[in-house]
């Protein structure tokens, strides 16, 4: 099966920096999804994407749907502790009906 | 509340037997998906159900199986056939098939001893 290349596979960052993470493919899709997942629990939707050049923010969280279809972006702006997780995105591979999952970033924030 | 529920959280079993995995939504959902995690990885697609009493093979459906006769329902059972079966076991649910977000339950790590 396909993959996404999600990078960078982890982060250390200080408390209050900016996060930027991005997935990227040779495939084009049709929606993409951000997903946080705390350890041992199931991924929570963060933000939904539907449309080539989409911008949308959830807070301090603010996701792009490329232009081209075959990548997504998601920042996070003035980390805090609890932002800690590991963070999905998940495509919608264009003529299926399936969800293509990235590696995962792992962030970590030091206080 | 609504929402996706899996038990247990943890299962064991020892090689040999098979074991079954339980997802159960009151999200009114018709479409039912299983995930599995294995670490540094992403979510790989093991079966998917698009409506009760259908459900379709994903990339790696060999040694599992899956039933969907009601709507809120769809176990899946890890058969003593899968190889390495030891992995976090996520269900997922949505709207409909794909095309809209899909929702996840709060998993279960299954540890073949």
């Known amino acids: 099966g396909q993959q996404l290349n999600q990078n960078p596979q982890s982060m250390f960052i200080q408390e209050g920096e900016d996060v930027s993470m991005n997935c990227t493919s040779s495939?084009?899709?049709?929606?993409w999804l951000w997903y946080k997942q705390d350890p041992g629990e199931g991924p929570v939707l963060l933000i939904a994407l539907y449309k080539a050049g989409e911008l949308t923010s959830n807070g301090r969280l603010t996701a792009q749907f490329g232009i081209t279809r075959k990548d997504s972006f998601l920042n996070i702006s003035a980390s805090i502790p609890s932002d800690v997780g590991i963070y999905f995105c998940?495509?919608?591979?264009?003529?299926?009906?399936?969800?293509?999952f990235g590696t995962g970033t792992r962030l970590k924030v030091l206080a | 509340d609504g929402g996706i529920t899996q038990s247990p959280k943890y299962l064991f079993r020892k090689e040999g037997q098979n074991v079954t995995l339980s997802c159960e939504q009151n999200l009114n959902h018709d479409a039912m998906y299983w995930y599995r995690q294995d670490p540094g990885q992403g979510l790989r697609l093991i079966y998917y159900s698009q409506i009760v009493n259908d459900f379709q093979k994903g990339d790696i459906a060999e040694g599992y199986s899956v039933s969907r006769e009601k709507k809120e329902s769809f176990p899946l059972t890890v058969t003593s056939a899968q190889k390495n079966p030891t992995a976090f076991y996520l269900c997922a649910s949505s709207i409909e098939l794909a095309a809209d977000t899909q929702y996840f339950g709060p998993g279960t790590r299954l540890t073949v001893l």
């Open positions: 998940a495509g919608e591979l264009s003529g299926t009906y399936k969800y293509i």
């Open positions: 495939s084009i899709f049709n929606t």
